[in-house]
């Protein structure tokens, strides 16, 4: 498995719905979230078919399946929150449409073991502000 050339963490790999494949890095068809940094990146292959990411690497609270995919994407699109408004909203509402209440996952890894890139605190606070 690939590493964050940031961090050097294995990275946790995932499969892109063909509905959310515009709001992935690229518009790939497979990503990738690294578990310390929150960087998401295009993934050339995930592995086999339905295999469930595990996302809890990132948080034990973190959510599975479609749900967890649009959390992912949606982390990774957080620090371009005013440039990526309208990805965020689509990924926010992919995921509670999943049944994930995003508010309380994104509390929840804020408060995780992480070193994000950029100001995890802020941008969520931004984002219930932009979205609320």
């Known amino acids: 498995m690939p590493t964050c050339p940031h961090c050097?963490?294995?990275?946790?790999?995932?499969?892109?719905?063909?509905?959310?494949r515009e709001h992935a890095p690229d518009g790939a068809a497979a990503a990738a979230i690294c578990p310390r940094c929150l960087r998401v990146t295009p993934r050339e292959a995930t592995g086999p078919a339905?295999?469930?990411?595990e996302f809890g690497r990132v948080h034990d609270a973190f959510p599975r399946g479609e749900g967890g995919i649009a959390v992912a994407l949606l982390l990774g699109a957080l620090p371009k929150l005013t440039l990526k408004r309208d990805s965020i909203a689509a990924l926010r509402e992919a995921a509670e449409g999943a049944g994930v209440d995003v508010e309380l996952t994104l509390d929840r890894v804020v408060g995780a073991d992480v070193d994000p890139h950029f100001d995890l605190e802020?941008?969520?606070?931004?984002?219930?502000?932009?979205?609320?």
Do not use: K, N, Y
Request: glycine residues 14%; aromatic residues 8%.
């Open 8 to 20: 050097d963490v294995e990275l946790v790999a995932f499969a892109v719905p063909e509905a959310l």
């Open 50 to 53: 339905g295999t469930d990411p």
């Open 122 to 132: 802020r941008r969520v606070g931004q984002f219930g502000s932009l979205l609320g």
